[in-house]
């Protein structure tokens, strides 16, 4: 779990980099050479779509999400718990949900492609699902983690 943690946060921050170098790029080409590089949105489309995705498994690996615990805090350990398996379990189910339907889009858009580099569709619509399922893992391993405490486990979180 690890590896593909940092693995996420390589991908991302390379994505990032190119988004960065691309978008100067189309900047330098509009204003400086008064020749704007038609394909740039496109690929900053792609890219930014990439980005969130990946790092949003970059951020469950380090628990990063935005939470409001105030309450669960107040419970005892074993309590907290086992809230935090019920929250866990949800968002499995919304994250099994968010990958098929993406998933399926993916499939229907397959054939669809841009305008100007026709890159199909689904490069787009399939990040949805890698970060559904990379996300889903680091849910998994805490529910793991979770449960070893409600059994009476000396899991740290």
Do not use: N
């Amino acid at each position: 779990m690890k590896y593909i943690g940092q693995l996420a946060v390589l991908v991302a921050s390379l994505l990032l980099v190119v988004l960065v170098g691309i978008t100067v790029a189309s900047v330098g080409m509009r204003y400086i050479a008064g020749a704007p590089l038609q394909w740039t949105e496109e690929i900053s489309g792609l890219l930014m779509v990439w980005i969130v995705m990946i790092g949003a498994i970059a951020c469950e690996r380090e628990k990063q999400h935005l939470t409001i615990d105030f309450i669960v805090a107040l419970l005892p350990r074993r309590a907290g718990a086992l809230v935090g398996i019920v929250v866990g379990l949800a968002s499995l189910g919304l994250l099994a949900a968010m990958g098929w339907l993406s998933w399926e889009l993916a499939q229907t858009a397959q054939f669809k492609s841009t305008q100007i580099l026709r890159i199909s569709w689904f490069w787009l619509d399939i990040a949805l699902t890698v970060g559904a399922a990379g996300i889903a893992l680091f849910v998994i391993a805490s529910l793991v983690r979770k449960a070893r405490i409600v059994a009476g486990g000396d899991d740290t979180e």
